[in-house]
């Protein structure tokens, strides 16, 4: 039976320091199937439309000029409750908070170089996913 999906980043930090492969692992054996993946480099302008939901807040200019700072890889997971059992697989936004064995408590650093991006909504799920993918590049 087809699961739901949530949208998730590997962020530059984590790209950079060379954790895609042992993060796409953990997401695997967490029992999550890729429907879509990219590798890709926000510029400044997509990560602001990207978080744009975030503009008032006094982090923002930080988050997109991070978010902008180097290559990034980006996918479409399915699993049964996907949003919220991704969530629980990357840990707390702040990895400092986040519980021992989560992709952020293991390969984040900071609050603002977290590692990882989760959708926070099915309906946040779907935007996202198709602000990154178009109707082919999904299976
Ligand atoms: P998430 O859903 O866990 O990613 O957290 P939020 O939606 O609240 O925030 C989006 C992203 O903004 C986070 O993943 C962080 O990268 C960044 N962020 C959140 N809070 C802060 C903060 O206090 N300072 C900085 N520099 N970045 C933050």
């Known amino acids: 039976m087809a699961g739901s ?12 320091n060379n954790h895609i492969g042992a993060i796409l692992q953990k997401i695997n054996e967490a029992g ?14 997509s990560a ?18 991070f ?8 996918a479409i997971l ?4 996907a949003v919220a059992d991704f969530r629980d697989l990357i840990g707390a936004t702040d990895p400092t ?13 900071s609050i603002d170089a977290n590692a990882m991006h989760g959708s926070d909504s099915d309906e ?3 935007i996202e996913g198709n602000f990154f993918f178009s109707e082919l590049e999904r299976f």
């Open 78 to 81: 399915e699993k049964d409750n």
């Open 48 to 65: 602001g439309k990207f978080y744009a939901i975030h503009k008032e807040r006094g982090f923002f200019n930080d988050l997109v000029s």
């Open 5 to 16: 999906v949530t949208f998730t980043m590997i962020k530059p930090d984590a790209v950079s």
């Open 124 to 126: 946040n799920a779907i």
């Open 97 to 109: 908070k986040a519980a021992p064995g989560t992709i952020r408590a293991m390969f984040a650093k």
């Open 67 to 74: 978010m902008s700072s180097g290559p990034i890889v980006a």
């Open 32 to 45: 999550f199937t890729i429907r879509a993946m990219k590798y890709t480099h926000l510029t400044p302008e």
